[in-house]
């Protein structure tokens, strides 16, 4: 299990509490660290019903990242 210092164990508390607070969120989900961990976090707190992930391509990302 990671070890957090006290800043990131209050700003993921901080974080959880937000989303708690929405009752639902939609999380604009790219792939990457930060996104994924929303997601995570989202899922955790509200469940599936309330915590929906979408992906949108645009044509200003190259195709390899889509």
Do not use: C, H, N, W
Not at 16 to 36: C, H, K
Not at 45 to 58: R, T, W, Y
């Amino acid at each position: 299990m990671i070890q957090l210092d006290r800043f990131d164990q209050v700003a993921l508390e901080r974080a959880r509490s937000t989303v708690r607070e929405l009752g639902s969120v939609l999380v604009a989900y790219s792939g990457g660290v930060d996104s994924s961990l929303l997601l995570k976090l989202a899922l955790d707190e509200l469940g599936p019903e309330q915590a929906v992930a979408v992906l949108a391509s645009s044509p200003a990302y190259p195709e390899t990242e889509q």
